[in-house]
């Protein structure tokens, strides 16, 4: 039965599609960067790499909204705190990796704890030299977060836009938090100034070109396992309760653990993306936090397609490369072309690009018939 | 022989006594001014001995009313440094620095003497030791003035500097003084100085008069009286002063608490009153007729704009700019709330999460729009003169005019708003629509355009909002922002479709969010309200007031 879904995945024709493009990419994108000389107009940048790495990333958080958002109806307007709080694990493994070679010399303690005058390390952070327990938090922070939020809130049947809203309110409050100087996380600097990932350099091509092709296979498996999840009987379910909550209720399916189960997956998904997007960039600051990030993912989804998955991953690409274009070549126009993107989309392509994509197939398959 | 008859003589010896008194007094009067002449003229003498003495000869010719008015301006001058003598005849002048210039006006005759360069003049230097007396002078003549604020802030000058040969005087104006909260200062006072006298009944006595004071000093006082060495004991020996100390002390604790409390809620309900007037535009967009706007804030930054374009319109009519602004405003955001509905929230009627992707993208636009038109940067708006200043109570109690000023605006747009739901025909067409809209349209109610005049009320609101928040914060193109989250958590807590809910909301929230602010910080207080919201919600879903009935389904 299981072996027979994802012979099923393996066999759509949009999967193959998508995870070919995956495949060639991280085939390609290492050749381009490693093996091509840097004067050939073939040569790929580091800084392209890293880029088109952090696009990934924001793919990865992209699917994980789709997730909750088009197989389950949930309209999170919080992912981006998911995201941040799953970097902000893996920055602090970072920080640690420093060690004394950080502006005050200090081994024991971070830059800017000896900057606070701080004496010893708060006690959350302890753990977070070794490597394996900074995985675990990344995703057991999100994850525990989702659940203590969901649990709450699908059991008291906050649905809708009520819902959203209050999903905002969480990020909102936890960008406050994380500004605070006393919550020991760096204030409002965040954590930077990292130098290597288990040994090695993050400056280096191979890293970055590794970091890259983690990410490329982070997504596909990701890809796999959404579509595996939406495809089982629990995704039958999620459908269902998306399309007729109280009716899924009434034949007698338990809807808010269903719910929860969902959300609390894809914010484990959105604490990876945020983990594999911290090393690529080099940075992460309580600005991930706010309100802004997280709804601009929200459009990313409805761009591509929502309810599709690689839909998702399509818009986040689009959207942030035009964002990248954008703010480097016109800064004055993108918040007005976002502004648009928003509400042509909802006005006119309430299914995306995708749906359009579709559209299009049908059309064309009907007049080959004809 | 003439004959004097004793009649004339006694009219002969009145007019000679007459001219005798008439003589001397003007003689004294011109020996005042020549006193006063000679006295001012000492004081561009170089060495502090010296000037010392000119301030107390000066002073001593403050005997009349004019003169003494006279005094005080010289005296006034030269402590804040505006005094100087010309280099060539020594004549003392004051100097009023205009644009650069040195205007000059003669101490004696009052007279303005024109600009003059500044290397004629020699600026008259005091230490510190002659501003403590020039200051004590000050406030001895300004007692006598007319004003009892300016009589007020004399006596408040005087504490800490005045010293036990003052207690005389102060008591002797004391029985003379009639405005009560000048007499209240003049107790302080004396009690102040009484503190320390050598006398152990005298110290009780003052410190009784001193219990429950609000006056810093006295607080300040009490609390050195109350020093301990280190091994804890009290540096205070006698127990009776120590008794009258500790129970001053408590009572002035008391009071203070009292105050700060009544300021706590003071502010609070400033906040609050910021609040209702941010989300009940929500309430009638969101609660009435289920739109989600994200746009609501920037509606309310665009009403802030108005009023920064309303000021820049007429500069010199400041005092009345909000009369005009305050309509404008809600024009403005009410035709930018309809073309907003119009244009898109009516395609999303029933899609609820599409029109919050959609309004927030407009909510993107307007922001860029204002920031490609007014700059990014924040734009002053002026406040007008009868909205600034405070209503002082006591020393630590004031509420300021502009906060007070916004609280009674907030009921009042809320009263109207109420007002207009209830008792006009619009109202009875929102409240249909809102309830049952086919039903309504069967009744011949053109439901588009109540849709239309609906959203355009609400936004309207939030133009006004904006006008108000102008007074209270920058107006930038994140001014919106702010607001958004907090409104709509209120609109939430309050229950929606619940204009009486939204009321206690926002004031409760205003009132909570300040009592939490100085336990836990003020970032933190806005967390854990946050916090509580979230957590209130899982409880309450439909807020503190939610509807019943046929509407509170779906």
């Not at chain 1, 381009?32 to 800084?47: E, G, K, M, R």
């Not at chain 1, 970097?87 to 990796?97: D, E, H, N, T, V």
């Not at chain 1, 070109?209 to 890809?223: C, E, M, N």
């Not at chain 2, 969101?286 to 665009?302: D, R, T, W």
Request: proline content about 3%; charged content about 15%; overall charge positive.
């Amino acid at each position: 039965m299981q072996g027979s879904i994802i012979s099923q995945i393996l066999n759509e024709k949009n999967s193959q599609i998508f995870l070919g493009i995956l495949i060639f990419i991280a085939v390609v994108v290492p050749v381009l960067n490693l093996l091509v000389p840097v004067d050939s107009i073939f040569h790929l940048s580091t800084y392209t790499v890293t880029l088109m790495g952090k696009y990934l990333c924001f793919a990865l958080l992209a699917i994980a909204l789709d997730l909750v958002w088009g197989y389950a109806g949930i309209l999170s307007l919080g992912h981006g705190a998911f995201f941040a709080l799953g970097g902000y694990a893996m920055g602090m493994y970072l920080m640690r990796q420093i060690g004394d070679r950080g502006v005050y010399g200090n081994a024991e303690l971070p830059d800017f704890m000896v900057f606070l005058n701080w004496q010893e390390l708060p006690w959350f952070w302890h753990g977070f030299d070794q490597f394996w327990f900074a995985m675990i938090m990344v995703a057991l922070v999100p994850g525990l977060l989702a659940f203590i939020f969901g649990w709450l809130a699908f059991r008291s049947r906050v649905t809708g836009v009520y819902l959203s809203i209050m999903t905002q309110a969480l990020t909102y409050a936890l960008l406050l938090a994380f500004f605070r100087n006393e919550m020991g996380f760096g204030g409002n600097n965040g954590l930077t100034d990292f130098k290597d990932i288990l040994g090695f350099n993050l400056q280096s091509d191979n890293t970055r070109i590794t970091l890259f092709l983690i990410t490329t296979f982070t997504l596909a498996a990701t890809y796999i396992f959404c579509k595996y999840i939406t495809m089982s009987k629990f995704g039958r379910v999620i459908i269902a309760i998306r399309d007729a909550e109280d009716r899924a209720r009434f034949i007698g399916y338990k809807v808010e653990s269903y719910k929860l189960w969902l959300f609390v997956i894809s914010a484990v998904i959105a604490g990876i993306a945020g983990a594999l997007y911290v090393p690529q960039v080099g940075i992460i600051n309580p600005g991930e936090f706010s309100p802004l990030n997280s709804i601009e993912l929200v459009v990313w989804v409805a761009v591509g397609g929502r309810g599709t998955l690689y839909g998702a991953v399509v818009g986040a690409i689009l959207v942030n490369y035009g964002k990248t274009y954008f703010t480097g070549a016109l800064p004055e126009v993108w918040l007005f072309a976002l502004g648009a993107l928003f509400v042509l989309v909802t006005l006119y392509l309430p299914k995306g690009i995708m749906g359009l994509y579709e559209q299009y197939k049908q059309r064309y398959n009907k007049e080959v018939k004809v | 022989m003439k004959h004097y008859s004793p009649l004339t003589i006694h009219k002969n010896l009145f007019t000679v006594l007459f001219a005798l008194i008439l003589t001397i007094s003007s003689t004294l009067a011109v020996a005042e001014e020549s006193s006063f002449v000679t006295a001012s003229s000492m004081l561009s003498a170089k060495k502090f001995k010296e000037k010392e003495m000119a301030i107390e000869a000066v002073m001593q010719t403050a005997k009349t009313k004019e003169n003494s008015v006279r005094v005080l301006n010289l005296l006034q001058s030269l402590l804040a440094g505006k005094l100087y003598y010309k280099k060539s005849d020594k004549k003392i002048v004051v100097v009023n620095k205009v644009d650069g210039d040195y205007l000059i006006t003669d101490v004696i005759s009052n007279q303005n003497l024109g600009v003059i360069s500044k290397r004629k003049l020699k600026k008259i230097t005091v230490n510190n030791k002659l501003r403590r007396k020039l200051r004590s002078y000050i406030s001895q003549l300004s007692l006598e003035n007319d004003d009892p604020a300016v009589r007020l802030s004399a006596i408040q000058n005087m504490m800490g500097a005045a010293t036990a040969e003052h207690v005389k005087d102060i008591r002797k104006k004391l029985l003379v003084e009639k405005n009560s909260s000048v007499k209240g200062a003049m107790q302080t006072l004396i009690a102040l100085i009484e503190i320390d006298s050598e006398n152990k009944e005298v110290r009780v006595g003052a410190l009784n008069n001193l219990s429950g004071s609000l006056e810093p000093k006295a607080l300040n006082k009490i609390i050195s009286l109350l020093e301990k060495d280190d091994d804890g004991n009290y540096l205070e020996k006698d127990k009776d002063i120590l008794y009258a100390a500790i129970k001053a002390k408590r009572k002035i604790d008391e009071r203070r608490d009292t105050y700060a409390f009544f300021e706590k809620i003071f502010f609070g309900l400033s906040l609050g009153s910021v609040l209702l007037l941010a989300a009940i535009g929500l309430a009638i967009t969101f609660g009435v007729m289920g739109v989600i706007n994200m746009a609501h804030g920037e509606l309310i930054m665009i009403g802030a704009y108005t009023t920064y374009v309303v000021q820049l319109l007429m500069p010199n009519y400041i005092e009345y700019s909000l009369l005009v602004a305050v309509p404008a405003a809600f024009i403005v955001s009410g035709l930018f709330g309809i073309a907003i509905e119009r244009g898109v929230i009516r395609f999303l009627y029933g899609r609820p999460l599409e029109t919050l992707l959609a309004t927030f993208g407009i909510s993107l636009i307007l922001q860029q729009l204002v920031r490609s038109i007014f700059s990014p940067l924040n734009r002053s708006v002026e406040t007008p003169m009868w909205m600034s200043g405070a209503l002082e109570f006591n020393p630590i109690f004031s509420i300021t005019y502009n906060r007070l000023t916004i609280i009674i605006f907030s009921l009042f747009v809320f009263a109207l708003l109420m007002l207009i739901l209830k008792k006009t025909s619009l109202g009875l067409k929102v409240r249909a629509v809102s309830q049952n809209r086919p039903m309504a349209r069967a009744m011949g109610i053109r439901s588009e355009w109540v849709d239309a005049m609906t959203f355009g009320l609400g936004s309207g609101i939030a133009g006004v909002a904006g006008v108000a928040l102008s007074q209270l914060t920058n107006v930038g193109p994140n001014l919106g922002q702010t607001y958004i989250i907090d409104s709509f958590l209120v609109v939430v807590f309050g229950g929606v479709g619940n204009l009486w809910g939204t009321l206690v909301a926002a004031m409760s929230l205003g009132v909570f969010n300040k009592f939490l602010e100085p336990v836990a910080g003020a970032v933190l207080a806005k967390i854990l309200i946050l916090i509580f919201i979230i957590l209130f919600i899982q409880k309450k879903p439909r807020g503190l007031f939610p509807q019943k009935g046929r509407s509170a389904e779906n």
